[in-house]
């Protein structure tokens, strides 16, 4: 698969394990099978599950089992750890040596209905569950009310939605949580869309200099974990057309979908215009292709006439851009693209320059992974 070719000689098995090790950290591997190896010197933070049909015991129990408990990000918290052979007491015993008596609480995740429906915690205290949060937000937030109005209340509902999200997370890693989510998909989405409508104001009030406190955390992560993409947003496109244009409620599932997600609002627009001229369309699919293609035309020529950019240079650019996935702000590549300009004339080069910035920036987020 990967064109290489070693073998289990001393000179060149090395070659091959670090070969494997680094497949393993792109996740080029989906699944890797080993008997006594990676369990040191081995660390790809994104992986998520162990599988263990071994006796481990102390050191190497601990070892193996952290090349899966690496956090890397608020996605993953924590790591599977899928036994074949009744290793609980070896656990407890590897943990108290290397920790204390008592860190197994902390080490271990509480079994799926702590979670779900509460526990009292080694503090005494009672810690609310998935069901108890998802009945205060329906009760204190009922979607029937319009909008979250006043300051204090808006940051209730930003911090119980993100416990609500974290939680999520959470579970998600149970198989008894699918199909126990208790919001439906639809409430799911208009809750989502109040979030960040939310975030989206909270941060224009920052960018506006208003006072506000620095205590409001947006899960930004955990949002995009859950993300919709345009594939599905064209399904239902589809299906509105399918049905000649008449059932609106499924543009009203367009609307609530598009708002929940972080990446497909920038995009709003776009699709909202793709709709509007959807009754004479054959391939729904081929002409949103044809039609972004147009559009991502139009917009980067007026980008390099209205900047009097050089065009070769700035196409390249954003091709590179949306290869890499990023827009590249650091280095000279920005200066490549603009027009002789003084550097000591009066010119305002740098104000020019990030000008540029963010209308490459705004169209590259456009059009990033819509085509």
Known sequence: MFHTNYDTSSEKFQNYYKDVSLRM?????DLLIVVNMFLT??????????????????????QAF???????NSIKTFGNIVCFRNLQKRVDSAISLFGNKDASGIVLLQPFKDYYEGFIGIDGKRHDG????????????????????GEERQKQFIALFGAILRMRN??????????????SERDMQDYLGRYQDLRDEWRKKKHEGTDITDDIVFE???????????DYI?????????????DKSVLIDIRKAVDASPELRSKRDLI????????EVDDVMAEWHDFVADEREKELLDIIKSEKLKEAETRKFIENAFRDGEIKTTGTDIDSLMPPMSRFGGGNRDQKKQTIIDKLKAFFERFFNIG
């Open 220 to 230: 930004v992560e955990l949002i995009r974990q859950i993300e919709i993409n345009i």
């Open 234 to 246: 064209l399904m239902l496109v589809k299906k509105y057309h399918d049905t000649h244009c008449e």
């Open 130 to 149: 998935y069901v108890d949060m998802v009945s205060q937000l329906e009760t204190d937030f009922p979607l029937t009310e319009p909008q979250i109005v």
């Open 25 to 29: 950290k792109n996740k080029e591997l």
């Open 170 to 183: 959470l579970l998600s890693s149970f198989d008894e949580f699918l199909g126990n989510e208790i919001l």
């Open 41 to 62: 010197g081995f660390d790809a933070t994104t992986l998520n599950t162990l599988w263990v049909d071994k006796n481990l015991k102390m050191h190497g129990l601990i």
């Open 272 to 279: 909202e215009n793709f709709i509007a001229g959807i009754n």
């Open 66 to 72: 952290s090349r899966t408990n690496r956090i890397l």
